[in-house]
């Protein structure tokens, strides 16, 4: 059976999810696309596929029976109610949404719906080196978990990101995510410190610190610098009570050359996260033929909003800033 998608938003990562889903994976057709700048609607729609002039319609359409959800994180709180209103199983990139408010909301109608529909874009926990790091850790024999180090390193931020803000905003859920889902543990504090800024990034806050703390008194110290220039470099590295474990190096050629002995650095999250990206639409693709949804929820993606409040508000004030976390709903219990 063939799933039709929708796709909403056709920039960046839209693009790539749509050659992803036309020319690696199977089962899907993409019957219909949309965004506010309709040409590129138009040059990103695969043949066949109807551009609609909003998104509303394209989620009311009887062409699509699940949706992709690539549009800025402002715009997804609308987009996924209104999916959720129709029934109809969405896949939403991060941010899930941009304030704790809208993301009650989206829970409250998934809630009421009473089956998760909603799956959030937060590829890392479909990445075979994350995935065995946390069997590792589950496994239990290197003892409890007491801390992780975590390194998210980007070669420059992309036009129309580029706000003071955006490194605790845009970047910190992904390392927020993981840790959570790594330790199974739940954010309880954040505070931020910021070291010596680079001069490659203007006004940008950047490079910061950030620590979360974890309900079971884990301490995660997280590095983001957003203009490291070399290249993309995401590393993890959890200490136990009886030892290590460490997310390896991906495997590249090694060049030897007149400068030396070399290994080359994936450019940016595209190339990095290829196969996380491919497996994340893989395991949606079957959960969304289903009806549902799999992997991170919106559970998840309340709690990075909320994370990324809480570092914002600490990195203003200088403090310990809380998470004031609603009781999990039930539907979340699982996952
Ligand atoms: N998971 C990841 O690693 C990852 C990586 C990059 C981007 N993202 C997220 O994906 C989303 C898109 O990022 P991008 O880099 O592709 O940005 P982008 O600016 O390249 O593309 C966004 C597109 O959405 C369109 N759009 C905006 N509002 C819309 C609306 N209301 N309806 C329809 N279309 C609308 C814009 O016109 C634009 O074409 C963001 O939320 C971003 O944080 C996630």
Redesign the pocket.
Known sequence: MTLRVGV???????KDHIRRLTQVLNGVEITAV????QS?AEDAAPMGATVFET?EQLIQSEQVEAVVI????G?HEEQLLACIKAGKPVFC???MVISAEAAIKVMNAEVAYGKRLVQV?F?RRFDADYRRLKKVIDEGSLGAPLMYHSVHRNGQV?E?LYTSDMPLN?TLVHDADISRWLLSDEISGVEVRVPRRSTQGGELRDPVIVLLHMDSGVIVDVEISVNISYGYDIRGEVSCERGIAALPNRPATIITDQHGIRQAIPED?RERFIEAYDQEFREWISAAADGGAIGPSVWDGYVSTLTADAALRAVEKGTLETLDLIDKPALYQQH
């Open positions: 909403i938003g056709t920039g960046m990562i839209g949309n965004d506010i700048d590129s998104a690539c549009s800025w994180g715009a990139e991060k941010p874009g590829m992309p129309g845009d999250w």
